[in-house]
């Protein structure tokens, strides 16, 4: 079957960084999307990596490692906005996205 | 440019009752997608047009659901005899290519 995997909380302290993982097992592989989702309202787009490396945009940046099925996303300078859920999600061979649980992401003063 | 619009943005239904759910994509989206998050979970696959045919309609729960979409462009979930379980936030997003971009979400109450 198919799989992604995130932790489902983390926390951390407000202007520090934080890394949250993705890994995943699909039927093949067209690209992974990042989403940020805060309570109450819908997912908004964050991030899409199809090629291995670091794609960075300001404080966040997401890095693909297609070899290992792993990514991950990093937020630097930590805002107490930011506190949300962050959702991985792969396009598989058919182009259909499969969606993570979600990692909800605390950030204490 | 507008984004991707749901009506009504609540709704609250007694048991056993009809309710229409309604998506307008981003203008020119040839794809649209229907999920549906309960309190808390991640996000549940319904269905997916494209254009308007509906190649994927495994995510379905039960054959109380269903979806059309019309023109290329609205889309209306309809979910009959409505129950308990179907209380949840109904999703809907639209692509050109791979991004999907979501709308606001009805949240949906079945008394």
């Known amino acids: 079957g198919q799989n992604i995997d995130q932790p489902t909380e983390m926390t951390a302290t407000e202007g520090a960084i934080v890394q949250i993982n993705c890994t995943y097992q699909?039927?093949?592989?067209?690209?992974l999307f990042w989403y940020q989702q805060h309570a109450g309202e819908a997912p908004t787009f964050l991030s899409y990596?199809?090629l291995d490396g670091l794609e960075e945009k300001g404080r966040f940046s997401s890095f693909l490692s297609r070899s290992k099925g792993y990514s991950y996303l990093l937020l630097k300078e930590l805002q107490m906005k930011d506190s949300a859920s962050y959702l991985c999600?792969?396009?598989?061979?058919?182009?259909?996205?499969?969606w993570g649980a979600g990692t909800k992401l605390i950030i204490k003063p | 440019g507008a984004g991707v619009s749901q009506s009504p943005s609540n709704k609250v239904t007694e048991k056993g009752k009809d309710v229409e759910l309604r998506c307008d994509p981003i203008?020119?989206?040839?794809?649209l997608y229907w999920y549906r998050q309960s309190l808390g979970q991640g996000l549940e696959f319904l269905i997916y047009?494209?254009?308007?045919?509906?190649?994927?309609k495994s995510g379905l729960p039960s054959d109380r659901f269903s979806a059309e979409r019309t023109g290329g462009s609205v889309s209306t979930l309809t979910i009959q005899r409505t129950q308990q379980e179907d209380s949840a936030v109904y999703l809907c997003?639209?692509?050109?290519?791979?991004?999907?971009?979501f709308g606001p979400g009805t949240r949906l109450t079945v008394l």
């Open positions: 047009f494209q254009g308007n045919s509906a190649p994927d």
């Open positions: 699909t039927s093949g592989f067209n690209g």
């Open positions: 203008s020119g989206h040839t794809a």
């Open positions: 990596n199809v």
């Open positions: 997003a639209s692509s050109l290519r791979n991004t999907q971009y």
């Open positions: 999600a792969v396009l598989d061979s058919n182009y259909q996205l499969i």
